[in-house]
């Protein structure tokens, strides 16, 4: 990845609802390059430019992060769990957990429910639930190298 495409993350991390135009003035390129390779990078996953929600806000009373021992093969595991539309974050690790889960949902019957669903993944051994008190800081701007 080149600086200039690089540049434009950075831009779209500042504001993701920043204009093409200008954008274009802050790295050098017209709006319809700007845009052009903003498509790029969008079809090729290395961004996606999302309305980041507050869940509390939205009605989801409950959060939690999920570990999760696995048997067998660990990555197989992980993309079961994240197939599940309650998960909007998964991670295979190293650690004590193999996979991390992120969940989000309307109540405390709802979380049960899913980490009822997760335990019976096959590949799934073990879970251990931390469930989100107050969130302190959640930011998406730590830039490009």
Do not use: H
Not at 2 to 13: F, G, M, P, R
Not at 18 to 46: F, W
């Amino acid at each position: 990845m080149d600086e200039t495409s690089k540049a434009i993350i950075e831009q779209l991390q500042q504001d993701g609802r920043r204009s093409y135009a200008a954008i274009g003035k802050a790295v050098g390129l017209s709006e319809a390059a700007v845009r052009q390779r903003v498509q790029k990078l969008v079809d090729s996953k290395v961004m996606q430019i999302v309305a980041v929600t507050d869940p509390l806000q939205l009605g989801f009373k409950r959060q939690a992060l999920l570990g999760i021992k696995s048997t067998g093969d660990i990555i197989a595991t992980a993309d079961r769990i994240s197939a599940l539309p309650e998960v909007d974050y998964c991670v295979v690790v190293a650690g004590p957990s193999d996979i991390i889960a992120e969940v989000i949902c309307a109540n405390d019957e709802d979380l049960l429910r899913i980490i009822t669903e997760i335990r019976s993944v096959e590949g799934v051994r073990e879970t251990e639930t931390f469930m989100y008190l107050s969130l302190r800081k959640q930011e998406y701007n730590w830039g490009t190298r």
